[in-house]
């Protein structure tokens, strides 16, 4: 047996349906067309058996989706299984929607299946993400979405037929269909390539980051009854406010006037970091309790007149960041310059650094949006180098201005142009404007899942709680409108405990957008994917995260237990953190109802809720 066990995937295999053939007799083409469900068995899909392709793949290795899970690390164990494509058209329609899936060996098949994520507009993780399913026996399976002929074609590239015309179709299938489809098609087929008796369960995950996260919740808010557990990361729901959100700093630089050097802007970071570390109990380099931070920092009297020194620079990127195009230049690639900086935090730079943090408010001073906490880096502020004017200037990040332009907008272009009479309100009003077009669709925040929950389904819910990318407040946010939504009537206390049973959620302290940060070298998580699967065949709950501390921090490859929300880490015992580890420290999870509140937060410049 070649893949990972448990004693839930090992009890499960003694009633596995026996499968005699090999992989090379089931993994033909003529094999897998006699497996396809007939047309009218899944409504609304008609498969199409001359679309099919086969061919076996032998000795790979197991791969990793964007949730970072530990089977990623394995590069001993080797894989043989079949690499299946396959097309079908919506009923009626005359589209085409391709699918790509890997079928493990009968012998490492566990009757599991995986659906993945993909990240930014792409709905897809290739191959890598396809072959995490390898490691836990699972068929894994992905979808083109119908967006082109391949799987390189995103999101943002079709989401208009014109200028002022939305493609309604590609935000249906980009925002929830096209997933939900590929798991209904990829279970069938399991079936009938093991066959797999009707009375036997196949288990059925998900798992996905960023934007991926937003579809692992997507398939749990449209898809419930199909999935048993989700491992969601860093969720991009609330998706009108979550792009938009990407150009506050940027809005916010312009109205006061100042566009702090990008040295200035890691300073004030690196200010926040030494001094709120300690905070935890723990001075280990790791931000582990951002909302004692927010409570008791105070960055003006700390930071302004400290100096700062980052030598030139000249650097070259892709000119993308998941998935999409980060700021104006050519495409595929995109060179900076940046001249040496040498100076001293100022108080406007502060001033600045606050106001981002403070989140998104209208004129009014109503809150709009949330923000990243503090210690993580400002990556949507950066500015521009004019060499011209030897000045610093505004650089509209296209994380935000490409999503303004395309979907609210509607014109065919990849950011904005300029913020010329653009305010706080118009920014508040373009978030407006995307959830009324999409609230249905690319939103993915509805509250209720009671069809989930009550199939038996399992949630494992992480954010880095230095993701710059994505605020971790969303996360909570998210979190505290399904408590509120689902437990009317209980006590705060009792409604954590009810949503406990299938839904728990950990901040992960330090990290930042899906990952490791390279500021906070913190813990990971060690395997999310498994451990939803003890949760969900073994009935074993993670009361705590199991992690291991990453490179770069002095105690590297320590195990650490990440709690779990509302619960926050706080150490206990003698001494900080050195290089040759320290035993006497303990962490203990703690309930402060001061630190939830810090991450509480009330969106009262819109008339509608903002779950």
Same mark, same amino acid.
């Given at each position: 047996?070649?893949?990972?066990?448990?004693?839930?995937?090992?009890?499960?295999?003694?009633?596995?349906?026996?499968?005699?053939? =090999?992989?090379?007799?089931?993994?033909?083409?003529?094999?897998?067309?006699?497996?396809?469900?007939?047309?009218?068995?899944?409504? &609304?899909?008609?498969?199409?058996?001359?679309?099919?392709?086969?061919?076996?793949?032998?000795?790979?290795?197991?791969?990793?989706?964007?949730?970072? =899970?530990?089977?990623?690390?394995?590069?001993?164990?080797?894989?043989?299984?079949?690499?299946?494509?396959?097309? $079908?058209?919506?009923?009626?329609?005359?589209?085409?929607?391709?699918?790509? $899936?890997?079928?493990?060996?009968?012998?490492?098949?566990?009757?599991?299946?995986?659906?993945?994520?993909?990240?930014?507009? @792409?709905?897809?993780?290739?191959?890598?993400?396809?072959?995490?399913?390898?490691?836990?026996?699972?068929?894994?399976?992905?979808?083109?979405?119908?967006?082109?002929?391949?799987?390189?074609?995103?999101?943002?590239?079709?989401?208009?037929?014109?200028?002022?015309?939305?493609?309604?179709?590609?935000? #249906?299938?980009?925002?929830? !269909?096209?997933?939900?489809?590929?798991?209904?098609?990829? !279970?069938?087929?399991?079936?009938?390539?093991?066959?797999?008796?009707?009375?036997?369960?196949?288990?059925?995950?998900?798992?996905?980051?960023?934007?991926?996260?937003?579809?692992?919740?997507?398939?749990?808010?449209?898809?419930?009854?199909?999935?048993?557990?989700?491992?969601?990361?860093?969720?991009?729901?609330?998706?009108?406010?979550?792009?938009?959100?990407?150009?506050?700093?940027?809005?916010?630089?312009?109205?006061?006037?100042?566009?702090?050097?990008?040295?200035?802007?890691?300073?004030?970071?690196?200010?926040?970091?030494?001094?709120?570390?300690?905070?935890?109990?723990?001075?280990?380099?790791?931000? @582990?309790?951002?909302?004692?931070?927010?409570?008791?920092?105070?960055?003006?009297?700390?930071?302004?007149?400290?100096?700062?020194?980052?030598?030139?620079?000249?650097?070259?990127?892709?000119?993308?960041?998941?998935?999409?195009?980060?700021?104006?230049? +050519?495409?595929?690639?995109? %060179?900076? #310059?940046?001249?040496?900086?040498?100076?001293?935090?100022?108080?406007?730079?502060?001033?600045?650094?606050?106001?981002?943090?403070?989140?998104?408010?209208?004129?009014? &001073?109503?809150?709009?949006?949330?923000?990243?906490?503090?210690?993580?880096?400002?990556?949507?502020?950066?500015?521009?180098?004019?060499?011209?004017?030897?000045?610093?200037?505004?650089?509209?990040?296209?994380?935000?201005?490409?999503?303004?332009?395309?979907?609210?907008?509607?014109?065919?272009?990849?950011?904005?142009?300029?913020?010329?009479?653009?305010? #706080?309100?118009?920014?508040?009003?373009?978030?407006?404007?995307?959830?009324?077009?999409?609230?249905?669709? /690319?939103?993915?925040?509805?509250?209720?899942?009671?069809?989930?929950?009550?199939?038996?389904? !399992?949630?494992?819910?992480?954010?880095?709680?230095?993701?710059? =990318?994505?605020?971790?407040?969303?996360?909570?946010?998210? #979190?505290?409108?399904?408590?509120?939504?689902?437990?009317?009537? /209980? =006590?705060?206390?009792?409604?954590?405990?009810?949503?406990?049973?299938?839904?728990?959620?950990?901040?992960?302290?330090?990290?930042?957008?899906?990952?490791?940060?390279?500021?906070?070298?913190? +813990?990971?998580?060690?395997?999310?994917?498994?451990?939803?699967?003890?949760?969900?065949?073994?009935? %074993?709950?993670?009361?705590?995260?199991?992690?291991?501390?990453?490179?770069?921090?002095?105690?590297? &490859?320590?195990?650490?237990?990440?709690?779990?929300?509302?619960?926050?880490?706080?150490?206990?015992?003698?001494?900080?953190?050195?290089?040759?580890?320290?035993?006497?420290?303990?962490?203990?999870?703690?309930?402060?109802?001061?630190?939830?509140?810090?991450?509480?937060?009330?969106?009262?410049?819109? !008339?509608?809720?903002?779950?």
């Amino acid at each position: 047996m070649r893949g990972r066990t448990s004693a839930a995937s090992v009890a499960f295999a003694a009633v596995a349906t026996t499968q005699a053939a =090999s992989l090379d007799e089931l993994c033909t083409i003529s094999a897998v067309q006699d497996v396809i469900p007939a047309n009218g068995t899944l409504l &609304g899909i008609d498969l199409l058996p001359s679309s099919v392709t086969a061919n076996v793949v032998k000795n790979a290795t197991a791969g990793t989706d964007m949730s970072g =899970s530990a089977s990623s690390t394995d590069t001993t164990t080797t894989y043989d299984y079949c690499n299946v494509t396959v097309q $079908y058209t919506h009923t009626g329609k005359g589209d085409t929607v391709t699918l790509w $899936y890997l079928f493990p060996s009968p012998d490492d098949f566990q009757n599991r299946y995986l659906g993945i994520g993909g990240g930014g507009y @792409s709905i897809s993780m290739g191959s890598s993400g396809l072959a995490a399913g390898l490691a836990y026996g699972a068929v894994t399976g992905t979808t083109n979405g119908g967006f082109g002929e391949g799987f390189s074609t995103s999101a943002d590239e079709v989401n208009l037929l014109g200028n002022g015309t939305i493609n309604y179709d590609t935000i #249906y299938m980009f925002g929830y !269909k096209a997933l939900g489809e590929a798991t209904v098609v990829g !279970k069938a087929l399991a079936r009938g390539f093991y066959t797999v008796a009707d009375a036997t369960k196949i288990y059925t995950y998900f798992s996905g980051c960023s934007d991926g996260g937003r579809e692992a919740w997507s398939q749990i808010q449209r898809w419930g009854e199909e999935y048993d557990g989700v491992v969601a990361g860093a969720p991009a729901f609330r998706y009108s406010h979550q792009q938009v959100g990407h150009l506050t700093s940027d809005i916010i630089e312009y109205t006061m006037g100042y566009y702090p050097p990008p040295c200035e802007l890691e300073k004030i970071v690196n200010l926040t970091i030494a001094a709120c570390d300690p905070l935890d109990g723990r001075t280990d380099g790791v931000v @582990s309790r951002t909302d004692l931070c927010k409570m008791h920092f105070d960055l003006a009297s700390s930071a302004v007149g400290a100096p700062y020194y980052c030598a030139a620079e000249t650097s070259t990127s892709p000119g993308l960041v998941l998935g999409l195009r980060r700021r104006q230049g +050519p495409p595929g690639s995109e %060179t900076s #310059y940046q001249p040496a900086q040498n100076g001293t935090v100022s108080a406007r730079g502060v001033a600045v650094a606050q106001a981002i943090l403070a989140g998104l408010k209208d004129n009014q &001073g109503r809150q709009a949006y949330l923000s990243a906490q503090p210690g993580a880096d400002f990556a949507d502020a950066a500015t521009a180098w004019d060499n011209a004017t030897a000045s610093w200037g505004l650089d509209i990040t296209s994380m935000g201005g490409e999503f303004v332009r395309r979907f609210v907008m509607l014109e065919d272009a990849d950011n904005i142009d300029s913020f010329d009479g653009v305010t #706080y309100d118009t920014v508040v009003a373009w978030m407006g404007r995307a959830l009324a077009l999409y609230g249905d669709s /690319l939103q993915t925040t509805l509250p209720d899942v009671t069809p989930f929950q009550a199939h038996g389904g !399992k949630v494992l819910h992480y954010h880095g709680e230095a993701d710059s =990318s994505i605020p971790p407040a969303s996360s909570v946010h998210y #979190y505290d409108s399904v408590r509120t939504v689902m437990y009317p009537g /209980l =006590s705060y206390g009792d409604s954590v405990d009810a949503l406990g049973d299938w839904y728990r959620f950990f901040l992960v302290p330090g990290a930042g957008h899906c990952g490791v940060s390279q500021t906070q070298p913190g +813990p990971w998580a060690n395997d999310a994917i498994q451990t939803v699967i003890d949760w969900v065949e073994s009935g %074993t709950a993670p009361d705590t995260l199991a992690a291991t501390i990453t490179e770069g921090s002095p105690l590297a &490859g320590q195990a650490e237990s990440i709690c779990a929300w509302p619960k926050r880490p706080l150490w206990r015992g003698n001494g900080n953190a050195t290089r040759s580890g320290n035993g006497t420290q303990q962490v203990e999870c703690v309930f402060d109802q001061a630190s939830v509140d810090s991450w509480t937060y009330t969106f009262d410049a819109f !008339k509608v809720p903002i779950y």
